[in-house]
């Protein structure tokens, strides 16, 4: 699929939320646009309309047309989403990035970004967690595929 074309994941089609179909959406993306009634999300690569939204319990609870199966992946075109602001990331950006000390070590690859109570985390393929701090996180270059990180957070690997 093309760059304009890809998709990219914004939640996940949770347990239902009354008997018209609704639910809840699980780890939706904080832009709360993309879920507009009337706006074309991608359930498992099929697109669906947001046909009503709401909030229960500070969650959001989203119907959509055709309803979709529970832990159906919700998902917007990348063309879709605004550009991030100086020094932000969506985190399909960082996925699959190569992750370097300061010096050169290798650490991995970025398998996932996983929410944290105090930051978020990086998870990579050789089994490294390093948080995503300042203190951490010297430079993110997508052009060039890589995370600089501070040495002393990896010392086990």
């Known amino acids: 699929m093309s760059a304009e074309g890809e998709l990219v994941p914004v939640g996940r089609a949770g347990r239902p939320h009354g008997l018209d179909g609704s639910f809840v959406v699980e780890r939706p993306s904080a832009n709360e646009q993309l879920f507009e009634p009337g706006a074309t999300l991608y359930a498992d690569r099929v697109a669906v309309t947001v046909a009503g939204r709401k909030?229960?319990?500070g969650r959001l609870v989203l119907r959509v047309e055709p309803p979709v199966r529970r832990g159906a992946e919700l998902a917007v075109p990348r063309?879709?989403?605004?550009e991030p602001e100086p020094d932000s990331y969506y985190v399909f950006?960082?996925?699959g990035l190569e992750v370097v000390e300061e010096g050169g070590r290798q650490l991995g690859a970025v398998r996932e970004v996983v929410p944290g109570v105090a930051n978020d985390v990086l998870e990579l393929d050789s089994g490294v967690a390093l948080p995503?701090?300042?203190e951490c996180i010297r430079r993110i270059d997508l052009t060039a595929g890589t995370i600089v990180v501070a040495s002393g957070f990896a010392n086990d690997h």
């Open 55 to 57: 909030r229960s319990g």
């Open 79 to 82: 063309s879709a989403l605004p």
């Open 93 to 95: 950006q960082l996925r």
């Open 132 to 134: 995503m701090h300042e």
